[in-house]
């Protein structure tokens, strides 16, 4: 099965700077990679999502970027702010299982003011 | 966007009793809903897929007979913690996808279960 790993599983930066988050896949068949937002006690909500048939997402300040050679895809923050402060959750879905999500482990993000 | 319900958002009880939680997607037919554990900062884990009009599909090691599930409608799937011990207190996260493949799966708000 797919196996989907997430680093860091912590992040601290400075309100206005970047922050970047990775994510690596091991199944080749997975074509499908959303990104979820979790805030402490309340539900993950999609923030952006990249199929595999293209390399870069991009929405106002966030941003995905996949490499399917090298099975791994990235969520790029810029000009953060503390209400970026969140749990984020990659995941990967393959293309002969619609059903199955496969999540990362999460990042803490913290955007210190 | 699609919006998916769940209740109760809390619940707290004694050990023994069986809980029942459910999930209803709002405005739009869900023919498959999931139901996901998280335990206090670790990610979802998935533990069962509800396919409307038939039986659930269970992960390994979780008991089919410990949580029960019935999704007997496009738009409402239950989930029973049955029995519940303390080990059973958690966040249980429901998700509906949209009856077309493609697209992405929305969480409820969530149920805090605690057993004391």
Redesign the interface.
């Known amino acids: 099965g797919e196996n989907v790993e997430q680093h860091p599983s912590t992040l601290s930066v400075q309100e206005g700077d970047s922050a970047v988050i990775k994510c690596t896949y091991s199944d080749s068949a997975s074509n499908?990679f959303?990104w979820?937002k979790q805030e402490l006690?309340?539900?993950?909500?999609?923030i952006i999502?990249i199929r595999s048939n293209v390399g870069e997402k991009k929405d106002q300040r966030i941003a995905v970027t996949l490499n399917k050679t090298a099975k791994h895809f990235s969520l790029h923050i810029t000009e953060t702010q503390p209400e970026d402060s969140a749990v984020y959750?990659c995941a990967a879905r393959t293309s002969y299982n619609?059903?199955?999500?496969y999540?990362?482990?999460?990042t803490?993000l913290n955007v210190k003011p | 966007g699609a919006v998916?319900s769940q209740h109760p958002s809390r619940v707290i009880c004694k050990s023994g009793t069986s809980v029942k939680i459910e999930c209803r997607s709002l405005d739009f037919q869900a023919t498959?809903m999931?139901w996901y554990r998280q335990f206090p900062?670790?990610?979802?884990m998935?533990m069962a897929?509800s396919n409307e009009g038939s039986k659930a599909?269970y992960e390994q090691g979780v008991e089919k007979d410990k949580f029960l599930i019935n999704h007997a409608s496009l738009t409402l799937s239950t989930l029973t913690v049955t029995s519940a011990h303390p080990e059973d207190s958690s966040?249980y996260?429901c998700s509906a996808?949209h009856q077309f493949?493609?697209q992405?799966?929305?969480?409820?708000?969530?149920t805090?279960l605690s057993i004391l």
């Open positions: 499908y959303p979820y006690g309340k539900r993950p909500q999609l999502d959750f619609f059903n199955k999500f999540f990362g482990s999460g803490k | 998916v498959t999931f900062k670790q990610s979802l998935l897929t599909t966040f996260i996808r493949s493609n992405p799966q929305h969480f409820g708000d969530g805090r």
